[in-house]
């Protein structure tokens, strides 16, 4: 074979060696697109392995707490300063969140009418100001945060106002048992 005849070939040589290498590029981008999705199929589990055990969390130390502010408002031992503070301070918890969530549920699939959303915000803007509810609007604000709670079961926006609720409710309880 001579040099023409290399020469001649030179051009199908170099068109095969870069079918080879689209090929081969090709495949490892698919090989690697499949290790990326199975990782974060496995991620995904993971949060929401996580998500659940946050949520279960959330109630079981919300139920404390309210247990705790609750015997301490049979005791007499919470003045209505304090119980007006530890309500401003709980509900300033993850405000960002419940912001958000007020804001998505004006504009989207909204499970509460109009005026049950302008109600749950005033509840929500009242208690972060420290003021205290009474029993019926305690009621009305788990009965929506429950509605809210039933549509968007995942959703951490309602996470602060459920743990609100429950906080809400052992303040309102014991400070009734103090009477």
Known sequence: MSLDDLA?????????????????????AAVLSQQIKQRMDRLEGRLDTLNAWASGFSKEITTFLGMIVQMLSRRQQLTDEEVGLMTRGFANINTAQVDALFMAERFSHNPLTPDELARLESYYGRLRAGQALDYSEVQDYNRLVAILQQDRPNDPGIWPLLALGAFVVGLWVGREEQR
């Open 8 to 28: 001649k070939w030179t051009p199908v040589i170099t068109i095969a060696v870069g079918i080879v290498t689209i090929v081969t590029v090709v495949w490892r």
